[in-house]
Structure formats: C-alpha cells, structure tokens
C-alpha cells in the first residue's frame, strides 16, 4: 500500500498549485482519499476528501471556493488544485485514505509522505 503526493513548491500570493496523489498497492473502491496539511508549529489541519466510488468531496469551511479535488480513476490518482493562495496556506501537504467519510486526521489508515507548499507574499 503506497500514497505518493507531489507537485507542490513555492508559488506567489494569489498563484495556483495542483497537487497529485497516485494510489498504489490496493484498491481506493471502498474508501475515502483525503488531503491534510501542516504548517510549522500549527496541528495537522483538514483540507477536503474525495469519496472514490462516487465522487462525492467535501471541504473544510475554509477551502471551500479556492480548492478543488478531483479523480483518475485510470490513473488512480486524486488532485488537489488549489487557486488563490495565500502565504497562511504554506504547508506540508499530505494524502491519506481510509473508509471513514471523515475530516479526522486519526480515521485514515494509509499516509503519503507530504508535498511542501510555499507561498510567498
């Protein structure tokens, strides 16, 4: 079981970044794909999730109108397209899934190991 993020870096206020998530080693079916990111000092944070059987996303309050996630099912991949950033969203970004529909960072079984996002002012 694998979860590799990537494509984040630095970018400037007001920029975009698409972050991507591929899944290896197991079937997504049942489960949910969920994006979590870390700022220095600051606790694990919930960003949004992508139900894989039906599409289904949720956002938390603060993402909602700026971020946007979405599926491959080919590619088994997840992106997460993030629009009008700004410098309070620098963070390690992470992938996770789990079966829980859930914005808890502890119901989700599997991590990728994080993509650093850096935006400048």
């Known amino acids: 079981v694998q979860l590799q993020a990537s494509g984040g870096g630095l970018v400037r206020s007001g920029g975009s970044l698409r972050l991507s998530c591929v899944a290896s080693g197991f079937s997504l079916y049942n489960y949910q794909v969920g994006w979590f990111r870390q700022a220095p000092g600051k606790e694990r944070e919930f960003v949004g999730l992508?139900?894989?059987?039906?599409?289904?996303?949720y956002y938390a309050d603060s993402m909602k109108g700026r971020f946007t996630i979405s599926k491959d099912n080919a590619k088994k991949t997840v992106v997460l397209q993030m629009n009008s950033l700004k410098p309070e969203d620098t963070a390690l970004y992470y992938c996770?899934?789990?079966?829980?529909?859930?914005?808890?960072?502890?119901?989700?079984?599997?991590w990728g190991q994080g993509t650093l996002v850096t935006v400048s002012s």
């Open positions: 992508i139900r894989w059987s039906s599409g289904s996303t």
């Open positions: 996770a899934t789990g079966p829980a529909f859930s914005n808890v960072a502890r119901d989700y079984e599997y």
